[in-house]
């Protein structure tokens, strides 16, 4: 049995429909799947498929193409004619935005089908492309066809439903987290330096994450007194922890957020307040840990387990003071 469609071009109708039917769902907001899934066409195909159609109304003759030469040539015709609209909107004073693209794309599809549905009327009806679906199987079809039939469709299924899942699929960048100080005025500057005895100095510390899941913290924070020495027989400094004592931990729990290229955004802040009552030049250290760590006593000195704990950090950063 086939299906024709030789009263009307029922492809270039369909153009028309998907390049109205995408205009509510893009500037609406609806769901990324439908934007990327109805976009893609209206980016890639469409519009060269319409153009072509109407500088070859014709089917395949002498001066006409077949059905595979319009859809190879129909990517290759929307990837030209895109950039140039960008290309052109860039000298306008509406610019290149999503707007902007999407109604230069929306009309330019609506007017150029608009000439291909009228060239194609004009065109002798025995020489009009048109759409036909053939449903019939061939009268003598031996077993090898219909097994290399049915595997070629399954073979197609399977690329269209890996094609819809890798572009539906949200990409997944490198997961981290942003451990920062920040000064009393939420500044990256004013950092409390020069403190004198039992005064208070002040610093906010800064968390977002971006780790593709709920994160559980805890922030440990240490006073640490060391010097670093060169060792010559292996020409490397190496950092001599003198004292490093527990002051406290922060514990709390963050979603994931998504990194926004345009504007950067904070996601937990926490002023903390500390006071030294030993004379020296210390390295008040924040390290931050995504697993649970163990207890410890305030105030207390663990120098022995210094290194090894600042080296199993997941992250770390650090405020200099000198207390006189």
Not at 121 to 148: V, Y
Not at 220 to 236: G, V
């Amino acid at each position: 049995m086939k299906i024709s469609f030789t009263k009307y071009p029922i492809d270039i109708i369909l153009c028309l429909l998907w390049d109205i039917l995408l205009l509510p769902i893009i500037l609406l907001s609806i769901n990324d799947i439908f934007r990327i899934l109805f976009g893609l066409p209206f980016v890639l195909f469409i519009p060269g498929y319409v153009l072509l159609f109407t500088l070859f109304p014709t089917k395949k003759t002498g001066k006409g193409i077949d059905g595979i030469e319009r859809i190879a040539l129909s990517f290759g015709l929307s990837i030209a004619v895109v950039p140039l609209l960008g290309f052109i909107l860039n000298y306008t004073p509406w610019g290149i935005r999503l707007e902007t693209i999407l109604f230069s794309l929306f009309f330019f599809i609506i007017i150029t089908s608009i000439f291909a549905i009228i060239r194609w009327k004009r065109t002798d009806p025995e020489k009009r492309f048109i759409i036909f679906f053939d449903l019939s199987l061939p009268k003598s079809q031996n077993k090898i066809d219909a097994l290399l039939r049915i595997i070629l469709i399954i073979s197609m299924l399977i690329a269209l439903i890996t094609f819809i899942y890798v572009i539906t699929t949200p990409k997944t960048g490198e997961p981290f987290t942003e451990f920062y100080l920040l000064g009393p005025s939420e500044k990256v500057m004013g950092y409390p330096r020069n403190l004198t005895i039992g005064e208070n100095a002040s610093v906010i510390i800064g968390l977002v994450n971006h780790e593709y899941k709920t994160i559980n913290y805890s922030i440990e924070i240490w006073l640490i007194n060391q010097t670093t020495m060169y060792n010559q027989s292996t020409h490397t400094n190496e950092t001599i922890y003198t004292h490093m004592w527990f002051f406290d931990k922060i514990i709390l729990s963050l979603n994931h957020t998504t990194i926004n290229e345009n504007e950067w955004k904070m996601q937990w802040l926490y002023n903390y307040t500390v006071q030294i009552k030993r004379k020296g030049e210390y390295k008040l250290t924040f390290l931050l840990f995504t697993t649970p760590t163990e207890e410890y006593n305030q105030y207390e000195d663990y120098k022995s387990i210094a290194q090894q704990k600042i080296a199993n950090a997941y992250e770390r950063t650090y405020l200099e003071l000198n207390v006189i």
